[in-house]
């Protein structure tokens, strides 16, 4: 069961507010000694998570099917980074990796539990029932009906690494694939150099933009490559394709060769994700874009984990003024407080 975006937590009833976790969406499937761990895409993850695995073997029902998020939590709070590295190739990576960064399962959803199917019920009753799963191990997210204790959790929650709050209509059955839920994001703008670009891939090279490539000053003055726009009308990728023709440059820029220091992000490399180098145009970076963003990752110098979204130019903004301390930092919040339902921040 999905959810849409939206703006704010209403003040009316007849919604079921819980935390919005910042992990791996999953269904677990147990039918006795089998056990299935099974994304939103319906590939199984298992092998990249033994230590789930056995933590729910004694923990759950014989016979049971839950919906969830898969997380890792590192320095109490929520760590995507750490969460995307345990999905590797090699058997000897991931027993090392579910050593060091352990997974856990959060639970929001209940679908089945022995011979009760619980789809057709609506989110209350499956609320009821979830809740009577916690034990050592199995973790329920906490929920809430009152808006006003929503919105200190859409707040405070951040600072452990989560990513807003979910409502969910009291009343509605689950629905597979269909947007019936609620999501409220947070959404925050930052001013960024304009670095590079790539051509949209439906068209010839030079006549329409397909992404911005953005970038942020460290406090050495050194440039990083921070993440993309690349939501454009698509007459809107002609006119920028002009408008930038003449910011294109061969020359000397601060991501390629003897420019670039170590450590520097770069776009473009190889990555886990992709096996070869992914093409960029460099442009001079005199222009300053103003944009939105819901969530960074990568610590010390974080970059926007999804695509960021287009708001205006900044000419009143010098490139050289575009750095990380603009980037709001949440206060800390105690994880396990979180998972207690506790509102109290953290020391």
Not at 33 to 59: C, H, I, M, W
Not at 272 to 294: G, I, N, Q, T
């Amino acid at each position: 069961m999905l959810a849409r975006p939206v703006k704010s937590i209403p003040d009316s009833g007849e919604l079921l507010f819980e935390p919005k976790w910042d992990g791996f969406r999953c269904l677990v499937f147990r039918d006795g000694d089998d056990l299935t761990l099974q994304s939103r895409a319906g590939k199984p993850l298992n092998r990249y998570f033994p230590e789930v695995l056995d933590t729910l073997r004694a923990a759950l029902p014989d016979r049971v099917v839950a919906d969830g998020e898969l997380v890792v939590a590192r320095g109490g709070k929520l760590d995507f980074d750490a969460l995307t590295e345990r999905v590797h190739p090699a058997e000897s990576r991931v027993r090392l990796l579910a050593e060091r960064t352990p997974a856990s399962f959060v639970a929001f959803d209940l679908l089945a539990l022995d011979d009760r199917a619980f789809a057709d019920e609506p989110t209350s009753v499956r609320r009821e029932h979830l809740v009577k799963l916690a034990a050592d191990g199995v973790h329920i997210t906490p929920a809430t009906t009152d808006p006003a204790t929503a919105r200190e959790w859409f707040t405070l929650f951040e600072g452990a690494g989560l990513d807003g709050v979910i409502g969910k209509p009291l009343a509605a059955v689950y629905e597979p694939n269909k947007r019936i839920m609620f999501k409220y994001k947070h959404t925050r703008t930052a001013d960024c150099v304009l670095a590079g670009l790539r051509w949209h891939v439906d068209g010839a090279e030079g006549e329409a933009v397909g992404s911005f490539l953005l970038g942020l000053h460290d406090e050495h003055g050194v440039l990083h490559h921070v993440g993309v726009v690349g939501s454009f009308p698509v007459a809107r990728r002609r006119e920028l394709a002009a408008e930038l023709a003449d910011l294109v440059t061969d020359g000397a820029h601060p991501w390629l060769g003897e420019a670039t220091v170590e450590g520097q992000r770069l776009p473009g490399g190889i990555t886990r994700w992709r096996a070869k180098e992914h093409a960029w145009v460099p442009l001079r970076p005199e222009r300053v874009v103003e944009v939105s963003y819901e969530h960074t990752e990568g610590g010390y110098l974080s970059r926007f984990r999804h695509t960021a979204q287009f708001l205006r130019w900044r000419p009143d903004r010098e490139p050289s003024s575009c750095d990380y301390a603009q980037l709001e930092e949440p206060a800390r919040y105690d994880l396990d407080a979180v998972l207690r339902g506790e509102v109290r921040p953290s020391a």
